[in-house]
C-alpha cells in the first residue's frame, strides 16, 4: 500500500541539551486561565470548568524566527503562554498521572485573529479561523522536567520592539497543569506528542509586520518572533 502523495513532514520540537526532537501530535489550548486576561476580554474571572479549543500540529513555528501576517484580519494579537509537552497519556487522570504525563515545557506564543474572534462570538459561530491558522503557535524548544522544565511558579515576559506588553506568573493561573490535564482527559485520550497552551495573561494586543516579539518565560526558554 502506499500514499497517493507523500505525507506531510511530522512536527516537532526541539529539545533542550539533546539532538533529539519531540514529535507533535495535538496542540489543544485553554481559554481565559488568568483572571486579570478574563476581566480586559470582557467576561467574569470565575473558576469556572476550564474550556479548550484546538490548534492544527503544522500551525508551529519552532524556535519562532518570521512569522508571516495572516490574511483575513486587521487585528493580530499576541497571547504569551507557558506551553507543557506530554510524553505519556490516559483518560481520567488523577493529580499525580496528570503531572507524571509532563515531559517538559516551553514558552509559546497563540496568536490569535482578534476581529475574526469577535465576529465568531457575536454570531455563535466557532473559532477556529481566528486561533488555528497558518503559524499560529510559534514556540521555543522544550526544556525537560528531569532539568527543571516545569515551571510551577515561572514568571512571564513578552516584549514587542522592547517595551512589555504581558507580564505574569505562572502561578496565577486559575487552573494549573495539573487540574488543566485533569479536566482535558475527562474529556478526550490524551497521547504522547501532545501540547498544552495553557492560558495567557493580561495586556494582549495588535502587532503589525516590521513588529519583534520576545517571549520569556524564566527557567524554561526565550522566543523571538519577527511578524513580516
Not at 515576559?157 to 475527562?186: C, F, K, P
Request: net charge negative; aromatic share 6%; glycine share 10%.
Amino acid at each position: 500500500m502506499g500514499y497517493v502523495f507523500p505525507p506531510a513532514p511530522m512536527p516537532s520540537l526541539p529539545i533542550l541539551g539533546t539532538q533529539d526532537r519531540f514529535p507533535v501530535r495535538r496542540i489543544w489550548c485553554v481559554g481565559r486561565n488568568y483572571a486579570a486576561h478574563a476581566r480586559e476580554m470582557g467576561t467574569d474571572p470565575t473558576r469556572e470548568p476550564p474550556f479548550f479549543f484546538a490548534k492544527p500540529a503544522d500551525a508551529l513555528v519552532p524556535l519562532g524566527g518570521d512569522m508571516p501576517y495572516p490574511p483575513g484580519t486587521r487585528d493580530l494579537h499576541h497571547e504569551i503562554e507557558l506551553v507543557v509537552a506530554l510524553h505519556r497519556g490516559g483518560r481520567d487522570l488523577d493529580a499525580a498521572a496528570a503531572r507524571d504525563a509532563v515531559f517538559g515545557c516551553a514558552v509559546g506564543l497563540d496568536m490569535t485573529r482578534r476581529d475574526l474572534q469577535a465576529n465568531a462570538r457575536k454570531s455563535g459561530q466557532p473559532w477556529e479561523m481566528a486561533k488555528a491558522f497558518d503559524h499560529s503557535a510559534p514556540c521555543s524548544a522544550l526544556r525537560r522536567v528531569a532539568d527543571g522544565g516545569l515551571a510551577d511558579d515561572g514568571e512571564l515576559t513578552l516584549r514587542v520592539n522592547g517595551a512589555v506588553r504581558q507580564h505574569g506568573y505562572i502561578a496565577d493561573m486559575i487552573w494549573n497543569v495539573s487540574e488543566i490535564l485533569q479536566h482535558l482527559s475527562g474529556l478526550i485520550e490524551l497521547a504522547p506528542g501532545d501540547l498544552i497552551f495553557t492560558g495567557t495573561p493580561e495586556g494582549v494586543g495588535a502587532v503589525v509586520p516590521g513588529d519583534v516579539l520576545q517571549a520569556e518565560l524564566s527557567g524554561v526558554g526565550e522566543l523571538k518572533v519577527l511578524i513580516v
